[in-house]
């Protein structure tokens, strides 16, 4: 991910309803917040090109002294989905990951967002409990 796609990925982020994580909080994050975010040598933010064209991105965070990274969103262009983007994006997410310390990945989508929920069984994640999800802006 380069500064020059963070204005096309907040416009997909904030029209995309999926993206809300309650019904009170905006579920995407600012420019600022995407900014500062690609400096970062330790998350894997990834965009898939078409031509010049963005057809999909991914982006992770990573806690170094744990280990522990968080696949935070996801998203492919409805008219470039069934070409495996969202696999490829992810795999390559993990790997990026993987060698920059990961030793664990978890992710959180919707119960009722069916296409997530098999692209992390695809990918070997293992099903944990139902929470509720909690937030606040500070």
Not at 83 to 97: D, E, Q, V
């Amino acid at each position: 991910m380069r500064a020059e796609d963070i204005e096309e990925i907040v416009r997909i982020g904030t029209k995309e309803k999926y993206f809300q994580v309650s019904s009170s909080l905006d579920g995407f994050w600012s420019r600022k917040q995407l900014h500062n975010w690609i400096k970062s040598n330790d998350d894997v933010l990834l965009v898939a090109e078409d031509g010049d064209r963005m057809v999909g991105f991914a982006i992770s965070s990573l806690h170094k002294p744990t280990g522990k990274a968080t696949f935070e969103n996801l998203w492919v262009d409805p008219s470039s989905r069934n070409r495996n983007i969202a696999t490829k994006l992810s795999l390559h997410l993990i790997k990026g990951l993987k060698a920059n310390g990961a030793t664990y990945i978890c992710g959180m989508t919707k119960t009722n967002n069916k296409n997530m929920l098999r692209l992390f069984d695809k990918l070997g994640f293992d099903k944990g409990y139902e929470y509720n999800w909690m937030g606040k802006l500070i």
